[in-house]
């Protein structure tokens, strides 16, 4: 049984460009949330999608969007990217009400 | 954005001492989840509490839900090597059908063999 997997591993890119990472939930899981984690930091709720909709949005931009795909896969996408960007992102996937999963994670670097 | 106070923020012990880490909050939690992360990995989840009070064992980890909701703590007995790592804690809160997971500052654990 498949986990929450993430796609690409690491990614650079240079400020100004635009961003889109992907992430496939665990088998059973209809809801998938993203997460930001600064080095040293604890995870930074980014939004959650259920029924391909945003349910719900953390403290971030509008520069963060995302997509959810009728097989409840994800994008994120990030755009105008900033040094400050620069995380690990994580995907996590759940059913509506139950516990969340982490992926392992995409190590984004903005020069 | 909003995290979770966690403590002590980093600690070293011995192969065998035992742990223990908490978590304070303002707000109240449906749920406090405790979770484990390696390095270049993500979060994986080792102790989930539903209620206030419970009390809560997976092998040699124990966590409680502290009774004002507000709070937990976890413990680890008898450390080994590959305890190693970052130890989250997690408040779920489940509003308008949906949960949201605000996690705590971390505790960076080194065992020293």
């Known amino acids: 049984d498949a986990g929450v997997t993430q796609s690409p591993t690491h990614l650079i890119k240079t400020r100004g460009q635009q961003v889109t990472l992907r992430c496939s939930p665990k088998s059973g899981h209809d809801t998938v949330s993203w997460y930001q984690q600064a080095l040293g930091q604890g995870p930074q709720f980014i939004f959650q999608y259920y029924e391909e909709e945003e349910r719900q949005r953390g403290n971030f931009p509008d520069r963060f969007s995302g997509h959810q795909f009728p097989n409840y896969s994800s994008e994120l996408n990030v755009n105008a990217l900033l040094l400050g960007d620069s995380a690990l992102y994580l995907c996590?996937?759940?059913?509506?009400?139950?516990?969340?999963?982490f992926g392992p994670g995409t190590r984004l670097t903005v020069l | 954005g909003q995290q979770l106070n966690q403590s002590p923020q980093s600690m070293f012990i011995q192969e065998g001492e035992d742990v223990s880490m908490n978590c304070t909050s303002s707000?109240?939690?449906?749920?406090w989840l405790w979770y484990k992360q390696d390095p270049g990995e993500g979060p994986v989840l080792l102790i989930a509490?539903?209620?206030?009070?419970e009390l809560t064992s997976n092998g040699r980890l124990t966590a409680q839900f502290g009774i004002t909701r507000k709070d937990s703590f976890l413990n680890i007995s008898a450390s080994i090597p590959s305890d190693v790592g970052i130890y989250f804690c997690a408040g779920q809160l489940t509003s308008g059908g949906y949960q949201k997971v605000t996690f705590g500052t971390g505790t960076k654990l080194q065992v020293i063999p």
């Open positions: 996590a996937s759940s059913s509506i009400k139950g516990l969340i999963h």
């Open positions: 509490l539903y209620k206030a009070g």
């Open positions: 707000s109240i939690f449906n749920t």
